[in-house]
């Protein structure tokens, strides 16, 4: 079966200037990643991982290559092109969360839906927040929720407009170890729900291990893809 | 797509997580200030204005040389004004044997509109303040008038065809003081019916008639507009500005002082918003990245951030005005009766001036950083230490400061005092990026030597030196603010006050013959005041300007014209007078007496368009003589001293008749000396000063009040811009101190940094403050209250000294509570 290619990447570059000239933070990456795949991009600190997912998400521009998303060559829009192709096809899930600190869980959800200009975000956001437990948290800012609940938030704001792509940067970083196999139950629980595509940057080979394929970057180049253990 | 209620959402969860607080109460008290400042600038204004319009009689005088044409006063009354007549020509009256030459008054009722007439019951008794003027039938006499005629209160006048009862002795007339100089004749007072039966006004008598018009301050400009592009030769308006010199100065004075301290709130206010803005721009950093990264495209973030603006701006403009107007009304309850006026309703145009201040600071303060929101970079989601916003300090601010310029010029109404503002923030912006630039200079070879502790500190304010700026020019500048209206101001009131010293002459003695001179100085030594020096005067005509005759109608103003068509007081002096200084050409020397030439005051040369080296011919009683214009002269006409536009050295003018005026202090209580000196001198008239010189006294008085208690206000933004400030860099603050004590800092340690650093923030911005203070002072106190300071040490230390104190306690008192914060707490929300 050839599914349909979503995340697609051909001989992406990136390069920095830094005080000791010329550093390369990408090289030549090449990927492609189909329909409700699940895929971690692991590899060691300052391999380039998050840069890659910055790019893939059309956070950050290339200094070379081409990044597509559901057939959209990314970086042939502008800016706010890719912030409304982020807005319709693309879903966040931070290491540090990023939730809103002045917004309830709640309004968190709904952001993503009111920005889209969706009149039932109220409605769709609590129906997320109920499907990962913290409908009675609803009203709670973010300070007042534990890590694993602030999380659980992001993954519900993450979810509540059923993006095709949702990219997630170390998930678990901040979280103990048992909170963190709980969210990320809940993060492939629901990415079955929905048939999302997850792109997961992690070093933690543990959650690795759980998706269907593992990409490694060292020193910016895709190493050979490493089987599901 | 509509984003309006997107905006008011996202507004209402801001302002619910109290982000927009500080924002919105630097607003508030800016908007407040402003507001209640001009409320009651206007307030006071019209009061003040009412009052000063008792030496005229009314608001507005139409002044004809032919009768009052009924449809004037018919336009006035239709208008709602209240309205009274007088007719005034010189005539001789009877009293038995005796006659004498007057300068009658003919007033219709309800004359005078604005004061009141005083009268004695009797010659030389206690005089009382009445309502109204003479009833028909009878005449009101000045005591000098009473006396020559010898008759008393209740005996009989003759004048013109009729005989009228003296019913009272008048003492003085709120309008007296209006050419007053001039009326050598005695004053007698009588009404208007009674005129037709005197059978004195023919066609070609020299008559003068006055329409007295008061009320609504509208209506008065409506019939200024009206009237004036229509008056003819021998017809004009006048106002009180026109007609007492004096107090238009002390008015004007007034309202720049007003107008000085409205301006300082506007600035404060700016300030506090820029300060509260920078808060919010660095927690919103953060938000913004998210949004985009969730879909909002830079358009969108910054419509929703713009409306949330407007909203904000114009409720925290509605509850500015609300407060202001609340603010005012209290004051004015107690400072009412302190004032002794009755004030008139606030005017609608600080509401207006609110609204506009307080967006117009939003929208210039405010929004230009928080637009710049937009910018963000995106990947800041993923990489926290990516954007910090690279705001160029220029386009983020430069607007405000354009903003604040437009905002001065519409509150000032005064160029002048608008650029002095401007210029001197300018300056403290300059001084303050020195200062910090000089700063950084002197730390960085610091950063080698001493122990860890002091590396960290030094490398820390280095590092910091952009949030040190900010916090020095927010402090800077509400000191500078502060300073400039505690220090500079009391020094400017006390300045102005002494202009006018307790001891002022009150009475002016006219009309002194030469052969008096001695018998007058021993009189009066007699009668235990020191004798005045007595001043040469000769009344003369002004004919030609530089051998050409003059023709009035050509003349460009109305005062032009007034001054031409009366005679001059020509005077002599072989010194300058005290309180007059020769600003162009020189004085002359011994050796220069008898020539013919003049020294003339400044503005009188500027408004017939005189300079030196032009010629004045003069008629002195049909002779002509013609002078040179070797000098110009400033005089303070506030000193209420005998002066004279023109002056001659001596020699020149000794041929013609001459006589002499002197003004003198005579306290109260010596009251009846002036009776005796009427008695045994009844040619000399005696002018009484006295109530026009408490006018003005009354109105210094007031403005300072006024200005006293605005200054509260002031210091209440003052401590807002500190607060905001304070507030602007308070969670870097937080942050750091949270990883100071994880690295094992002790509260004692933190506290005393924190202290420190304060302490010498306040000190070096008090310092830039006061300088900045100083040189506004300066510049402000020349150019616009025309009064004399002089910065000096005392306001430079006391500048560095609140600014230590103050800054150094409000800012440990602000940020302690940053030490008690649990640092995980801290670190984990950030």
């Known amino acids: 079966m050839t599914a349909e290619i979503v995340v697609n990447t051909q001989n992406l570059h990136k390069r920095v200037m830094s005080p000791e000239g010329e550093l390369t933070l990408l090289q030549g990456v090449d990927l492609s990643i189909a329909a409700g795949e699940t895929v971690a991009i692991v590899g060691a600190s300052g391999s380039g991982k998050s840069t890659l997912l910055g790019l893939l998400a059309g956070l950050d521009e290339p200094t070379e290559g081409q990044v597509s998303i559901a057939g959209q060559d990314l970086f042939a829009l502008d800016e706010d092109g890719r912030a409304r192709l982020r807005g319709e096809k693309v879903g966040f899930v931070f290491q540090a969360f990023q939730l809103l600190p002045n917004l309830t869980a709640l309004e968190n959800v709904m952001l993503p839906l009111e920005l889209a200009g969706r009149h039932d975000a109220r409605q769709v956001a609590e129906e997320v927040l109920q499907r990962v437990a913290l409908a009675e948290r609803a009203s709670h800012y973010p300070k007042q929720l534990s890590g694993g609940e602030q999380q659980r938030v992001a993954i519900a704001r993450a979810f509540a407009p059923h993006p095709q792509v949702l990219f997630a940067d170390e998930p678990t970083g901040n979280l103990d170890r048992r909170t963190g196999e709980r969210i990320i139950d809940l993060l492939f629980q629901l990415n079955a729900e929905q048939g999302t595509t997850l792109v997961l940057v992690t070093h933690d080979p543990h959650l690795a291990a759980r998706c269907q394929r593992q990409l490694e970057l060292d020193e910016g180049q895709l190493q050979m893809e490493l089987e599901p253990s | 797509m509509n984003h309006f209620p997107l905006a008011l959402r996202h507004l209402h969860r801001e302002w619910r997580a109290g982000e927009l607080k500080v924002l919105a109460m630097a607003l508030i008290i800016a908007v407040a200030s402003v507001t209640s400042v001009n409320f009651f600038t206007s307030r006071i204004h019209q009061a003040l204005a009412g009052q000063a319009n008792e030496l005229l009689g009314g608001d507005l005088v139409y002044l004809s040389d032919r009768a009052i044409k009924a449809q004037r006063v018919a336009r006035a009354t239709e208008l709602g004004l209240q309205s009274a007549t007088t007719v005034e020509f010189p005539t001789m009256v009877l009293a038995g044997e005796r006659n004498q030459l007057v300068a009658l008054k003919a007033v219709s009722a309800g004359y005078p509109l604005r004061g009141q007439n005083r009268t004695a019951p009797r010659l030389f008794a206690a005089d009382a303040a009445v309502t109204g003027g003479p009833a028909p039938g009878t005449v009101w006499g000045g005591s000098r008038l009473l006396t020559i005629l010898g008759v008393d209160v209740g005996e009989k006048i003759t004048v013109g065809n009729i005989d009228l009862k003296v019913a009272a002795v008048l003492t003085s007339e709120p309008d007296q003081s209006e050419g007053v100089l001039l009326n050598i004749a005695p004053r007698l007072l009588m009404h208007t019916d009674d005129l037709p039966d005197t059978g004195l006004i023919q066609p070609a008598s020299r008559v003068v008639y006055r329409l007295l018009l008061a009320g609504d301050a509208e209506a008065i400009g409506q019939i200024r507009q009206e009237w004036q592009p229509g008056l003819r030769p021998g017809e004009s308006l006048l106002d009180v500005q026109d007609a007492r010199p004096e107090v238009r100065t002390a008015l004007k004075r007034g309202e720049h002082f007003l107008a000085l301290a409205a301006l300082v709130s506007v600035l404060l206010a700016g300030a506090a918003v820029a300060m509260a803005t920078r808060r919010f721009i660095s927690r919103h950093l953060d938000n913004c990245a998210i949004m985009r990264c969730l879909g909002a495209e830079q358009a969108m973030i910054s419509r929703l951030y713009l409306i949330q603006m407007a909203v904000l701006g114009l409720l925290a403009s509605v509850v500015g005005i609300f407060v202001g107007y609340l603010a005012q009304w209290g004051l004015m309850l107690f400072l009412a009766p302190l004032a002794g006026i009755e004030l008139p309703a606030p005017s609608l145009w600080p509401v207006a001036l609110g609204l506009i201040t307080g967006m117009v600071t939003l929208l210039g303060f405010a929004v230009p950083p928080i637009l710049q929101l937009k910018n963000v970079p995106t990947l800041r989601v993923l990489r926290r230490d990516l954007g910090g916003l690279q705001a160029n300090a220029l386009s983020?601010?430069?607007?405000?400061?354009?903003?604040?310029?437009?905002?001065?010029?519409?509150?000032?109404?005064?160029?002048?005092?608008?650029?002095?503002?401007?210029?001197?923030?300018?300056?403290?912006?300059?001084?303050?990026?020195?200062?910090?630039?000089?700063?950084?200079?002197?730390?960085?070879?610091?950063?080698?030597?001493?122990?860890?502790?002091?590396?960290?500190?030094?490398?820390?304010?280095?590092?910091?030196?952009?949030?040190?700026?900010?916090?020095m020019v927010g402090f800077g500048v509400g000191l500078m603010a502060l300073l400039l209206l505690a220090v500079v101001r009391g020094d400017l009131l006390s300045e102005w006050e002494n202009r006018l010293p307790a001891d002022a002459p009150n009475r002016f003695l006219i009309n002194i013959q030469p052969d008096q001179l001695e018998d007058v100085r021993d009189f009066l030594r007699a009668e235990g005041v020191e004798p005045p020096l007595l001043y040469p005067m000769v009344r003369a005509r002004l004919e030609q300007i530089n051998g050409k005759a003059i023709v009035p109608d050509e003349l460009k103003t109305d005062r032009a014209k007034r001054l031409v068509a009366r005679e001059f007081n020509l005077s002599w002096a072989e010194a300058v007078q005290s309180g007059n200084a020769v600003v162009s050409g020189s004085w002359w020397q011994p050796g220069d007496?008898?020539?013919?030439?003049?020294?003339?005051?400044?503005?009188?040369?500027?408004?017939?368009?005189?300079?030196?080296?032009?010629?004045?011919?003069?008629?002195?009683?049909?002779?002509?003589?013609?002078?040179?214009?070797?000098?110009?002269?400033?005089?303070?006409?506030?000193?209420?001293?005998?002066?004279?536009?023109?002056?001659?050295?001596?020699?020149?003018?000794?041929?013609?008749?001459?006589?002499?005026?002197?003004?003198?202090?005579?306290?109260?209580?010596?009251?009846?000396?002036?009776?005796?000196?009427?008695?045994?001198?009844?040619?000399?008239?005696?002018?009484?000063?006295?109530?026009?010189?408490?006018?003005?006294?009354?109105?210094?008085?007031?403005?300072?009040?006024?200005?006293?208690?605005?200054?509260?206000?002031?210091?209440?933004?003052?401590?807002?811009?500190?607060?905001?400030?304070?507030?602007?860099?308070?969670?870097?603050?937080?942050?750091?101190?949270?990883?100071?004590?994880?690295?094992?800092?002790?509260?004692?340690?933190?506290?005393?940094?924190?202290?420190?650093?304060?302490?010498?923030?306040?000190?070096?911005?008090?310092?830039?403050?006061?300088?900045?203070?100083?040189?506004?002072?300066?510049?402000?106190?020349?150019?616009?209250?025309?009064?004399?300071?002089?910065?000096?040490?005392?306001?430079?230390?006391?500048?560095?000294?609140?600014?230590?104190?103050?800054?150094?306690?409000?800012?440990?008192?602000?940020?302690?509570?940053?030490?008690?914060?649990?640092?995980?707490?801290?670190?984990?929300?950030?």
Do not use: C
Request: net charge positive; charged share 15%.
């Open chain 2, 396 to 471: 983020a601010y430069g607007i405000g400061i354009l903003a604040f310029m437009v905002l001065v010029l519409f509150q000032a109404q005064n160029l002048k005092l608008a650029v002095a503002i401007v210029a001197g923030l300018l300056l403290v912006l300059l001084m303050l990026a020195l200062v910090a630039g000089g700063l950084l200079l002197l730390l960085r070879p610091l950063r080698k030597k001493g122990g860890a502790a002091w590396r960290f500190g030094v490398v820390n304010i280095s590092r910091r030196s952009g949030h040190s700026l900010v916090q």
């Open chain 2, 593 to 830: 007496y008898g020539k013919a030439i003049i020294s003339v005051e400044q503005s009188l040369a500027k408004e017939l368009g005189l300079g030196l080296g032009d010629t004045l011919t003069y008629n002195v009683a049909g002779e002509l003589f013609t002078a040179e214009i070797s000098s110009l002269r400033r005089i303070n006409w506030e000193s209420f001293k005998a002066n004279f536009f023109v002056v001659a050295p001596p020699g020149l003018l000794d041929k013609y008749p001459v006589n002499y005026i002197t003004g003198f202090y005579l306290p109260a209580e010596q009251h009846a000396v002036l009776n005796r000196m009427v008695q045994q001198f009844p040619n000399i008239m005696v002018l009484d000063v006295a109530t026009i010189l408490n006018q003005v006294r009354d109105i210094i008085e007031q403005v300072i009040m006024a200005v006293e208690y605005v200054f509260i206000f002031t210091v209440l933004a003052g401590l807002m811009v500190m607060y905001a400030t304070i507030h602007a860099t308070l969670d870097e603050r937080i942050r750091e101190a949270a990883v100071l004590r994880t690295l094992g800092a002790r509260r004692s340690q933190l506290l005393s940094s924190i202290m420190l650093e304060y302490t010498g923030l306040g000190l070096l911005s008090g310092l830039v403050g006061a300088i900045a203070a100083g040189a506004i002072g300066m510049v402000i106190a020349k150019q616009v209250f025309d009064l004399a300071y002089l910065p000096g040490p005392a306001l430079w230390l006391s500048g560095m000294l609140i600014g230590a104190v103050g800054v150094g306690v409000a800012g440990t008192l602000g940020t302690r509570f940053v030490l008690n914060q649990p640092p995980l707490k801290t670190l984990r929300g950030a």
